[in-house]
């Protein structure tokens, strides 16, 4: 089980590209990154890029929602991107669909967020 984890800022945006599996192995990695860079304070909004995700089990659903209240707790807005249909069923199930917009790709996310 692997996951690759990029990151890139535009103006106050955070992007965060994940490929692979995110899962109970992998999300310790993801949280310490993403908090890492938020750390720095650079950025207001995250766009989390799911395009690249195979799999994710609860343990990436708990990260995304700390991700979420962090970024909303500090006024910012968090964007999911790119979601297959596993995946969007995931979310749906577990009510995540309620309080994270989902956008079709990062283009997409980021002109919602107000950087395109």
Same mark, same amino acid.
């Given at each position: ?9 535009? !103006? ?5 590209? =994940? #490929? !692979? #599996? ?9 949280? @310490?990154?993403? #908090?890492?860079? =938020? ?25 995304? =929602? !700390? ?11 968090? @964007? ?33 967020? !107000?950087?395109?």
């Amino acid at each position: 089980m692997s996951l690759t984890v990029s990151t890139e800022v535009r !103006g106050d945006t955070l992007i965060v590209r =994940l #490929e !692979g #599996e995110l899962d109970h192995h992998t999300a310790e990695q993801v949280r @310490t990154t993403v #908090e890492g860079e =938020l750390d720095r304070g650079l950025t207001h909004n995250l766009v989390m890029n799911m395009e690249g995700l195979h799999f994710m089990d609860s343990s990436g659903l708990g990260m995304i =929602l !700390g991700r979420y209240k962090r970024v909303t707790g500090a006024g910012g807005r968090m @964007t999911l991107c790119a979601v297959n249909d596993q995946l969007m069923k995931l979310f749906e199930m577990s009510g995540l669909l309620k309080i994270v917009r989902i956008y079709p790709n990062e283009s997409v996310a980021l002109a919602e967020t !107000g950087v395109a």
